[in-house]
Every structure is written in C-alpha cells, then in structure tokens.
C-alpha cells in the first residue's frame, strides 16, 4: 500500500518538476486556494507567498483574473491532487513550497 501512495506523490512531483516557476506558482495559488485540499499547514499563508510572487513576475496574473483553463497541465495536477490522501497532500505542498 505504501508503495501505492509513494507513486501517486512521485508522479505528481515529477510532473511539478518540469513545470516552469509560474506555472508552479499558479498550482501553489490553485493548491492553496482550493476546498478540495486539506494541508496540515497555513493555507492562507502558503497562498499568501505564492500570490505575492506571481504577481512579481507575471503581469497577467497582475493585471486580471486568470483563467485556470488556459493552463491544463495544472488542471492536470490539481486533479490528481484532489484524488489524495491528507498526508499525500502534504507531501506535495511542502514539496511546492520548497521548491519556489
């Protein structure tokens, strides 16, 4: 079973690896933001940092609203996410956020 959850959070952590920084700073706005995740840490927090520095390098997220659809390979991710486990969960959001 362990080794179950050990692959479902290394394929998601592999797919956030490629990703470029903003478009990890959009999953860790999307992450934070959501109702579907459940992280033992500070969401309004964690939302806080990766909102302050997407609007510092993407003048699109500054500017408007976003629209999520644009960027399927987060959709792709959140997903994925939202199939997690609590723990899981936590994995790839202290993963995220100490990446960025």
Do not use: W
Not at 47 to 67: G, P, Q, T
Not at 94 to 99: K, S
């Amino acid at each position: 079973m362990d080794n179950i959850i050990d692959d479902k959070v290394k394929n998601v952590v592999d797919i956030i690896r490629n990703m470029d920084l903003k478009n990890k700073l959009r999953l860790g706005v999307c992450m934070s933001s959501s109702a579907y995740t459940n992280f033992k840490y500070n969401k309004a927090h964690i939302h806080s940092i990766f909102d302050k520095r997407l609007k510092e390098i993407d003048n699109e997220y500054l500017a408007s609203y976003v629209n999520m659809r644009k960027y399927p390979i987060i959709l792709f991710v959140m997903a994925k996410i939202m199939e997690m486990n609590n723990q899981e969960q936590n994995q790839i959001a202290m993963y995220l956020y100490n990446r960025i």
